[in-house]
């Protein structure tokens, strides 16, 4: 099992910045993904970002070149930096971990970008 702490999250005013953290642990196969999603009341979970142990990485259209995703893979430490916050940024974001066989969720952080 894999287990995910999420820390970051917040209240900021349109135009700041947050950054997300995200620490795996458990038992941890060297080739994985990590990455965060988010979800709306009564929207469906979708993909913000993503990056592969190798370095690969995967953005929603609607974050490109507002939100960096990085990851310390000796720490299994996934973080992203989100500036530029607009209010329809607004979700729980979800650290997600995925390896061979397996997909592992955080409980999800709240932030709320409002004025």
């Known amino acids: 099992q894999v287990q995910l702490v999420e820390s970051g999250g917040g209240l900021v005013q349109p135009g700041g910045s947050l950054r997300l953290s995200c620490t795996a642990s458990?038992?941890?196969?060297?080739?994985?993904?990590m990455g965060w999603y988010r979800q709306a009341p009564g929207k469906e979970r979708e993909l913000v970002a993503r990056i592969a142990s190798g370095g690969n990485t995967a953005y929603a259209d609607s974050v490109k070149g507002r939100f960096t995703i990085s990851r310390d893979n000796a720490k299994n430490t996934v973080f992203l930096q989100m500036n530029s916050l607009k209010p329809e940024d607004t979700s729980l974001y979800y650290c997600n971990f995925n390896q061979p066989g397996k997909n592992y969720w955080g409980q999800g952080t709240q932030v709320t970008v409002s004025s």
């Open positions: 458990g038992s941890i196969f060297r080739f994985n993904i």
